[in-house]
């Protein structure tokens, strides 16, 4: 139990304001390591006592938003809970360094892109700096090196982790910054490449050339849980296929540019249209290529004209149909997103040789569509006009452009995508997990149970954690990728474009009998899935930065809890998930609270690229942390929610009223607030509903339904300032006796006391200022309040809230004859049931102080009611 408070208060300033408490107590939280975890002591006490979170690592790519505000003050008000119920809080931070965003922010930022060709420059100055908030066309991007770009990148994002750094102090997370890291540095990338390392190894890692998803804008392969369906303005136009002797066989396509790629027509088997056309053959318009006409189950009867074009590729419904009925490979579509400048193979010699060479080879996808379309409008095998429609397109979830499926050589791994038997174990894992609110759980197994492919992880991109593989080159001077060399464990971290593998020298870099360097990167999420391992202390063998930590990462993992947006089930936690099941052989955290998005006035998710985004720190400043941080905590878990300044106001009047009562509290007399003196049945009834508060409140953290310990906290303490406070102020300042203001002046000090430790995890600068005022040490680091705090359970808790009703009738009473409150109340009649009126007895000296009452008697009646009013008006002021 807390210590009772010193009897005397000499700190409490004349006029408490929520103004400049962040600087203030930032700067002493911060002198004072208020929330430093404790590693010695947490290595000696029990698993339960310790609490372990693995914190998100927002991106470095600009600025924060109000979402990251949002999500990271749900998982700070937990930490604290935690904290003050005596458990030893591991709460790190880390920073998403690398990664196709803070390469777009760096691209647009200086006006430059990075270029595998180009050469170093050793006197190399940047364009631009700092075109903000505009987007750089690629055109006038100036191509730089690799190892010119990568500065680059760490440069902009160590100054944008400065300011992140600094909104989270200022919101008052409650952080341990003695533990960070960045997504990119040594021991980081040592994890990751550690980790694909042994993924390999054991055989769950592979690579393979292959139909995967490309973004031609930033030039890499993207993997399936960044992508997102669009509506996409298109065409369907109607297209002959040729038989001999037969009508022709008209297909509807979006896509006419895929006529080159065509490899197939599928229709549904049990469609009775094209029964008879299953295993003949038809020739392509234009181009006269022989293909076959095929049966899928995937195939729909009533989308167009029933039977499809399959190309390689076109969408990953071609990719399903390529590999299951084993059909040939006809790409036309390169990696810039133009259709390929040498004339295929099996169009060479043929009618569409002409057409290809001279209108579709080098284009863009839209100028070889417009080439088809007028030349099958000239052969005629266009029948009719185009229809419009918005069809769906696969987009990367930063991209602008539709993305193309292009056959590469990509690292995967397994994540059940094609194994039933993988998939299954991943289901049960997520079953180890609790999901805060459950129902997440099915985003989590839907997602799984609908994967379709392996976890793509390599990137074509510059800034981001290598690779460590090479791959030899035979005497021919041909790079041999069926043979990769592995680093060893003990190299790490290393970048393969810099260092030699064991065995070979410098100068057999790209020469016959030599060495060439995997070129790729690893996709962010391939690092971010391993943030527990991070920043835990998981041991990495060659021990970078000398972080390693095995023993606190055997007592703090699996760790306790992943807290992150519902959008990223598919991502994040999934990643992590497949990762730790395979280093680990369980779950990565017991527990994942998932919070919802932040939405615009439209209702849309807040977004930096959707540019509906509210800048934090300003909203932070304009109204104070504590503020901030009530209107996020007053959104459940989950639960998507708007942006709301309103919500806002109420935190901070919220605040300054806890600030002004309180100073009533500690000055209205003096007390050592021991319950024991709480006499009163007034004073005990008060308690008695403080004594419900908390142990509902304490009931909604452990259940992680913290906006409800927040509503019913916020509930009381309204009452206890509007009804509670005014009732007892003329009996604690000594009117009726020397024992009244005792038992008033006591309850006074025990409701505060109790009161500002459960704000504290909502109101960090409100509650520490005030408990600064009479306590010793940090509010957030004194125990969680108890019941037994709250005195004996003596008093009546309904008696408070019936003698509040009657003093609201009385103001009414006031109010309604447009008196102001000091009028007095010469006669009136209280009627109600007569278990109410023996409560009102009991507290009836407050009542007739705080309403000015020299005339009342009692009736019985159904209801409690406050009649008959008769009122005297106040003197003047100053008479």
Not at 389 to 415: C, H, M
Not at 854 to 862: R, V
């Amino acid at each position: 139990m807390t210590e009772r408070p010193p009897a005397l208060v000499s700190s409490v300033p004349d006029r408490p304001t929520v103004d400049g408490l962040e600087e203030r107590w930032g700067a002493v939280w911060a002198r004072e390591q208020t929330y430093a975890f404790d590693r010695e002591r947490a290595l000696t006490l029990p698993r339960e006592q310790v609490y372990s979170i693995d914190t998100p690592p927002p991106t470095a790519s600009g600025s924060l938003h109000v979402g990251h505000v949002f999500g990271y003050t749900h998982t700070d008000c937990m930490a604290r809970y935690q904290r003050m119920r005596g458990r030893e809080v591991f709460y790190p931070i880390g920073w998403d360094d690398n990664g196709l965003p803070t390469e777009r922010r760096v691209q647009n930022y200086y006006g430059v892109r990075g270029d595998h060709t180009a050469a170093y420059d050793a006197d190399f100055v940047p364009p631009l700096q700092g075109a903000e908030g505009k987007s750089v066309k690629a055109a006038d991007q100036v191509p730089i090196s690799r190892a010119n770009f990568i500065p680059l990148c760490e440069e902009l994002t160590a100054r944008d982790e400065e300011s992140f750094e600094q909104l989270f102090r200022t919101l008052g997370v409650s952080i341990d910054w003695q533990h960070s890291y960045r997504t990119i540095d040594d021991r980081s990338r040592a994890v990751a490449q550690q980790a694909f390392l042994r993924n390999l190894a054991r055989g769950e890692a592979y690579q393979a050339e292959a139909p995967g998803l490309w973004d031609v804008t930033f030039q890499s392969a993207v993997a399936q849980a960044e992508v997102e369906a669009r509506d996409y303005p298109g065409a369907y136009h109607r297209i002959a296929f040729h038989r001999n002797g037969s009508d022709p066989v008209y297909v509807e396509t979006t896509r006419p540019e895929l006529l080159p790629a065509v490899v197939a027509l599928i229709a549904h088997p049990d469609d009775e249209r094209y029964a008879g056309l299953f295993g003949t053959t038809v020739t392509s318009p234009l181009f006269g290529v022989e293909i076959p006409v095929l049966a899928h189950p995937a195939a729909e009867p009533d989308k167009g004209a029933g039977i499809a074009m399959c190309c390689t590729f076109g969408d990953l419904t071609d990719v399903v149909w390529w590999r299951e009925l084993e059909l040939p490979i006809r790409s036309v579509i390169t990696r810039n997103g133009r259709i390929q400048g040498e004339t295929p193979e099996w169009i060479a010699g043929g009618p569409g040789e002409t057409l290809y060479a001279d209108e579709l080879a080098t284009k863009t996808v839209f100028s070889a569509r417009k080439a088809v379309v007028d030349a099958l409008v000239a052969s005629g095998d266009l029948d009719g006009e185009p229809k419009n429609t918005q069809r769906k397109a696969n987009f990367f979830e930063k991209g602008d452009k539709p993305l193309e499926i292009v056959t590469s050589r990509q690292w995967y791994i397994r994540n059940g995508g094609r194994s039933e038997e993988l998939r299954k174990e991943l289901v049960a894992r997520g079953g180890e997990i609790d999901f805060h609110p459950g129902f997440m759980r099915s985003r989590y197994t839907n997602w799984v149970e609908g994967l379709n492919g392996d976890w793509l992880i390599s990137r074509q991109r510059f800034f981001g954690v290598p690779f460590p593989i090479w791959y030899p080159i035979d005497a021919d001077g041909e790079v041999d990728h069926t043979r990769p060399i592995a680093a060893d464990e003990s190299q790490l971290p290393l970048d393969p474009q810099v260092d030699a593998p064991s065995g070979y020298s410098a100068e057999q870099r790209g020469v016959p009998g030599g060495f060439a360097a995997d070129p790729d990167i690893m996709d962010t999420w391939a690092t971010s899935s391993l943030t527990p391992q991070i920043a835990a202390g998981w041991p990495v063998t060659s021990d970078p930065e000398s972080r390693n930590d095995p023993a606190l990462f055997d007592a703090i993992f699996p760790m306790d809890l992943r807290p992150q947006g519902h959008d990223i089930i598919r991502t994040w936690l999934f990643s992590s998930v497949v990762r730790s099941h395979y280093e680990h052989g369980e779950a990565p955290w017991r527990g994942a609270a998932i919070n919802g998005w932040i939405l615009d006035p439209d209702r849309k998710k807040m977004s930096k690229s959707k540019g509906n985004a509210e800048t934090p720190l300003d909203v932070v400043l304009q109204f104070g942390a504590d503020a901030v941080r009530y209107w996020a905590a007053s959104a459940r878990m989950g639960a998507d929610s708007a942006y709301d300044t309103g919500q806002m106001k109420v935190g901070r009047r919220l605040a300054m009223k806890l600030l002004n009562a309180s100073k009533l509290a500690l000055t209205i007399g003096e007390s050592d607030g021991d319950p024991a003196a709480v006499t009163h049945p007034l004073d005990r009834a008060m308690l008695a509903g403080l004594r419900d508060v908390v142990e509902t409140a304490t009931r909604g953290w452990e259940s992680f339904d913290y906006t409800r310990s927040l509503e019913i906290t916020e509930s009381f303490f309204w009452t206890f300032c509007d009804d509670y406070i005014e009732l007892i102020k003329d009996r604690a300042y000594g009117a009726q006796g020397d024992e009244g203001a005792a038992s008033a002046r006591a309850a006074l000090r025990v409701a505060l006391s109790v009161l500002l430790r459960l704000f504290a995890p909502f109101l960090p600068y409100a509650t520490e200022e005030v408990w600064s005022w009479w306590q010793e040490g940090s509010v957030h680091r004194a125990s969680w309040p108890t019941v037994a705090e709250c005195g004996a359970a003596e008093g009546d808790s309904r008696a408070l809230r019936v003698v509040g009703d009657a003093l609201a009738g009385i103001r009414k009473a006031k109010s309604d004859a447009k008196l102001g409150m000091r009028a007095q109340v010469t006669s009136m009649t209280l009627t109600a049931p007569a278990d109410v009126q023996e409560l009102i007895r009991a507290g009836e000296d407050d009542l007739r102080a705080a309403g000015k009452v020299t005339g009342m008697t009692y009736a019985d009646g159904p209801a409690l009611a406050v009649q008959d009013v008769e009122l005297v008006p106040p003197p003047p002021r100053g008479a």
